[in-house]
C-alpha cells in the first residue's frame, strides 16, 4: 500500500490519467503490449509507475524500468515519483549515463534510453524487470525507436519463457501509426487507449510579420513560458529579463501576493497592458555551436544565483533602451534546458516568491518532458536547434531551423493546462502554414554506424531486417555497414562468388571479436577502436585521455568571441594573446606537433587536471569548466570500461600524466589515425587552385569543395601537406574540428 499525503492525493485525482485507471491497468493486464497516449501533463510519467507499483508489478522478483530520452526528465521524474509516493529514492530511483542511485532495494527505476540499451547487451531478456515503460516515445529519439524494435520480440520471448513481461509505449500525440500499423514490429497491432486531457483553449496570437515586433498586453497573473533553441539564448533572454522586470525579495514579500496567482476575478478587472522587452530572436547568427545533442555542453558562465541574495546589479551598462521597462512587476525569471544542474532546473516546480509572476525561459525540453504547473502565457519562437548531417559527406552543422506544425502545437498547449491561456507566435500564420506537419524522426537524419554495432553485438546481423519503427535509409545502413568493416568491427564479406550473394553479403557482415570489444565503450565506433588500440607502449591512458575530450564539445572558450563594450574589449585582446599562447605551449614541441589539435586537448585535459579541475583554472585557462567535468567523468568511466574488458586490467586515472614520449607520440598518432582513416585530406596545390577562395583549402575524397584548417586550429600556422579530422562542420566555412598530421615531408 502507498501512503502519499492528503495533499498529493487531492493532486492526482485531479489528473486525466486517473480517470482511467481501471481502463489501462485492465489493458496491461490483457495484452503484452500497449500504447497510452495522453496530452502532456495529463499524468503519464507520473502515474503509470505508480499504478503498476500498486498492482503489484514490483512485488514479485521483477522491477519497474521507465525510459526517458532525455537526462532531466529522468532524474527529476524519479524525484517526484519518490516523493508522491512517500518512498525513498533508494525505491524509485533513476540511472542516467554517470550516474543514478538505483540500490537493491530500488523497485521503480527511470532511466534514458541509452542506459536500457546497454542492459539489453547485458541480458537480451532484460528478466531483472517485469514492465518496461518507454515514455516520449513520440519524440522519436533514435534510442526509443530501437529500444521498441528491440523489445517488440523480447516481450513474446520472455511469455514464451514463462517469465512474463509488458510493454508500455507513452506518447504525448496521437500519431502513433508508426507503432501500431507497422506488421513486420507487432504483427498483432497493441491496443491504444486515449486519455481525454481537460485542456483549456488557448487563443493563438500570430505576429503579424515574422521578424519580431514589440509584442505586448499580457496581463499580470500567470505564469509565462518562453521557447528559445539554445543554452547560450536562454542564458542571454533570462540576464535582459531580469534586468528589465528586476525582483527584489525584501519590497514585496507579503505573502499576500501569491493568492492574486489563482485569483481570476482580479485578473478579469485588471486589463492593465504591459510591454514586454525586446528580444531579437531572428539574430542567430552569433549562436555559438551548443545544445542540440544531449551529451553536449556549452559554457554558461552566468549568475543563476543571481536571485539567492536578490542584489541584481543594476549599475552596469543597462544596455539596449528597448529593454527598459517598468519594474513594478516583477519577473521570477528562471531558464530550463537538458544540461542545467539538476537542482536549478527543480526550481521551475517550486512556487515562485509571493508578488513575482514566473517566467520559464526554455528550450524544447518543457515542450513534452517536462510539465511546469501555473503557465498561462507562452511565447514561442517557432525554431527549434537540430544537428544536421550530410548523409554522404559526413558533414554536421548545427541549424536553427522552423519547428513543425505539431511542436508548435505542443508549445501552445502549455499555456492551456490550468486556465485559459495565451500563446503568442513571433512568426506569421503564412510562415505556420508551411512548417512541415510533423517532426521527423531522428533516425532518419543521422549517421547510424553506432546503432548498427550495437546491434550486431546483439547477434542481430542482418539489420536490414530488423523492426525498426522508421527504417533508416538503405544508403545510411551501407555507409555504417562499410565504415565498420573498414574499423575491423565486422568481418570482411567475401569478395567472390554470384554478385547476389555479395550484395547481400555486404549487409550482414557479423561482428568481430574486436567489434565486441568496440561494442562495450560507450563511445562511436571510430573512438572505440582507439580504445580497443591503446594499451600499446602504454598509451592508454593518453588514448582515453584524447577520446574523452573528442566527445566532448567546445571545451576552449571562445577567444573570437564579440565584446560588449570597448572596456571588455581591450581586455577580452590581451587574454587573447595570452591564451593562444597557452594553447601553443600545450601543442607542445618536435614530434609532438604532429599529434595538432589532439595534443593540444592532450595537454589542456592533464594541465587542468593537475591543477585539481577547479573552475578558477579553467577560467584563466580559457577552459569551460562544465567540459572539463564532463571530461574528467568520461575518463574515470572509460577506464572503467577499458579494464573490464582487457582482463590485465591496471588502467588508472591520472591526475599527474607526464606528457607521452616521443615514441608514444608516434604510437599515438597511429591509433588515433586508425579511426579516422577515411577522413583525411590533402593541401591543394598551387596548380588546381580553381577559386582564390579555394587559398590555403585542403581537397577530401567525398567532397567537391575544400575544407580548411580553423584559425584557431594548431595547425593553423603551419598548415601540413596531409591532415586526419575527426569531422567537418560547417559555420561561416567548412571547417575541420581537432586536426592532426597525417604525413610528415
Ligand atoms: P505527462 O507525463 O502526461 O506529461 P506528468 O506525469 O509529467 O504528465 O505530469 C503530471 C502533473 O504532475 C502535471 O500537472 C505536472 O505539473 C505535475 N508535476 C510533474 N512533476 C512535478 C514536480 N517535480 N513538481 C510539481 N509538479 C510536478
Ligand atoms: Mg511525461
Not at 548523409?391 to 492551456?416: D, P
Request: net charge neutral.
Amino acid at each position: 500500500p502507498v501512503d502519499r499525503m492528503p495533499e498529493i492525493q487531492e493532486a492526482r485525482l485531479r489528473l486525466p490519467v486517473l480517470a482511467e485507471e481501471q481502463v489501462i491497468m485492465e489493458a496491461v493486464r490483457e495484452n503484452p503490449c500497449i500504447v497510452l497516449c495522453g496530452e502532456t501533463g495529463s499524468g503519464k510519467t507520473t502515474q503509470m509507475p505508480q499504478f503498476l507499483y500498486e498492482a503489484g508489478y514490483a512485488s514479485g522478483k521483477g522491477i519497474i524500468g521507465i525510459t526517458e530520452p532525455r537526462r532531466v526528465a529522468a532524474v527529476s521524474m524519479s524525484q517526484r515519483v519518490a516523493m508522491e509516493m512517500n518512498l525513498p529514492t533508494q525505491v524509485v530511483s533513476y540511472q542516467i549515463r554517470y550516474e543514478g542511485n538505483v540500490t537493491t532495494d530500488t523497485k521503480i527505476k527511470f532511466m534514458t534510453d541509452g542506459v536500457l540499451l546497454k542492459e539489453i547487451q547485458k541480458d537480451f531478456l532484460l528478466q531483472h524487470y517485469s514492465v518496461i515503460i518507454i515514455d516520449e516515445a513520440h519524440e522519436r529519439s533514435v534510442y526509443t525507436d530501437i529500444l521498441i524494435g528491440l523489445l517488440s520480440r523480447i516481450v513474446p520471448l520472455r511469455n514464451k519463457k514463462g517469465l512474463p513481461m509488458k510493454l508500455i509505449i507513452m506518447s504525448a500525440t496521437l500519431r502513433v501509426e508508426d507503432f501500431t500499423d507497422n506488421k513486420k514490429l507487432f504483427p498483432s497491432p497493441p491496443p491504444v487507449i486515449k486519455v481525454d486531457a481537460r485542456q483549456f483553449p488557448v487563443s493563438i496570437h500570430f505576429n503579424k510579420r515574422t521578424p519580431m515586433e514589440d509584442y505586448s498586453w499580457v496581463d499580470k497573473t500567470g505564469g509565462i513560458l518562453v521557447f528559445l533553441t539554445g543554452q547560450a539564448e536562454v542564458h542571454d533572454v533570462c540576464r535582459r529579463l531580469r534586468k528589465a522586470f528586476p525582483f527584489r525579495r525584501s519590497t514585496t514579500d507579503t505573502g499576500k501576493e501569491e493568492e492574486t496567482f489563482k485569483d481570476t476575478r482580479r485578473f478579469k478587472k485588471d486589463k492593465q497592458k504591459q510591454a514586454l522587452p525586446r528580444i531579437h530572436l531572428d539574430n542567430y547568427s552569433a549562436l555559438p555551436v551548443d545544445e542540440g545533442d544531449e551529451d553536449q555542453l556549452a559554457g554558461v558562465d552566468d549568475d543563476e544565483c543571481g536571485y539567492e541574495g536578490c542584489e541584481l546589479d543594476l549599475g552596469e551598462d543597462e544596455g539596449d533602451p528597448d529593454e527598459k521597462a517598468d519594474p513594478s512587476i516583477p519577473l521570477y525569471v528562471l531558464p530550463l534546458y537538458s544540461l542545467l544542474a539538476p537542482e536549478q532546473q527543480a526550481k521551475v516546480f517550486q512556487a515562485s516568491p509571493a508578488g513575482t509572476r514566473l517566467c520559464v525561459v526554455a528550450t524544447n525540453v518543457a515542450e513534452t518532458s517536462l510539465t511546469i504547473p501555473g503557465i498561462k502565457y507562452v511565447v514561442d519562437c517557432g525554431r527549434v536547434k537540430k544537428r544536421y548531417y550530410d548523409r554522404v559527406t559526413g558533414v554536421s552543422s548545427f541549424k536553427v531551423s522552423w519547428t513543425s506544425q505539431a511542436s508548435a502545437n505542443q508549445r501552445a498547449g502549455r499555456a492551456g493546462r490550468t486556465e485559459p491561456g495565451h500563446c503568442y507566435r513571433l512568426f506569421s500564420s503564412a510562415v505556420f502554414g508551411d512548417f512541415s506537419e510533423f517532426s521527423e524522426a531522428e533516425i532518419t537524419r543521422r549517421p547510424v554506424e553506432d546503432l548498427v554495432l550495437q546491434m550486431k553485438d546483439l547477434n542481430i546481423d542482418k539489420v536490414v531486417n530488423f523492426p525498426f519503427p522508421t527504417a533508416p535509409s538503405g544508403e545510411a545502413l551501407m555507409a555504417a555497414e562499410q565504415l565498420l568493416v573498414s574499423l575491423g568491427a565486422l568481418e570482411e564479406p567475401p569478395r567472390t562468388g554470384r554478385v547476389k550473394d555479395i550484395e547481400r553479403a555486404k549487409l550482414s557482415c557479423p561482428v568481430t571479436p574486436l567489434g565486441r570489444a568496440m561494442a562495450s565503450f560507450p563511445v562511436a565506433p571510430r573512438f572505440a577502436k582507439m580504445l580497443a588500440l591503446g594499451r600499446q607502449q602504454d598509451c592508454l591512458p593518453y588514448v582515453i585521455a584524447v577520446v574523452a575530450s573528442m566527445t566532448v564539445r567546445e571545451i576552449f572558450e571562445d577567444l573570437e568571441r564579440p565584446a560588449a563594450s570597448e572596456d571588455e574589449s581591450s581586455k577580452l585582446a590581451q587574454n587573447k594573446a595570452r591564451l593562444m599562447q597557452m594553447r601553443r605551449l600545450w601543442a607542445g614541441q618536435g614530434p609532438s606537433l604532429l599529434l595538432g589539435d589532439l595534443m593540444v586537448l592532450l595537454g589542456a585535459v592533464g594541465a587542468c587536471e593537475y591543477a585539481g579541475c577547479t573552475p578558477q583554472f579553467c577560467e584563466t585557462n580559457g577552459l569551460r569548466y562544465k567540459a572539463m567535468v564532463e571530461i574528467r567523468r568520461l575518463r574515470g568511466q572509460l577506464t572503467n570500461a577499458v579494464n573490464a574488458v582487457c582482463s590485465e586490467g591496471g588502467v588508472f586515472v591520472d591526475s599527474k600524466m607526464a606528457p607521452p614520449t616521443e615514441s608514444q607520440v608516434i604510437c599515438l598518432r597511429q591509433i588515433l589515425l586508425a579511426g579516422l582513416g577515411d577522413h583525411l585530406a590533402r593541401r591543394i596545390r598551387e596548380e588546381e587552385i580553381l577559386d582564390p577562395k579555394w587559398k590555403n583549402g585542403y581537397k577530401t575524397p567525398l567532397l567537391d569543395d575544400p575544407v580548411f584548417i580553423h584559425p584557431s586550429s594548431a595547425l593553423f600556422k603551419k598548415p601540413p601537406e596531409f591532415v586526419v579530422y575527426q569531422e567537418v562542420m560547417e559555420t561561416t566555412k567548412m571547417y575541420m574540428r581537432e586536426g592532426l598530421v597525417c604525413h610528415c615531408t
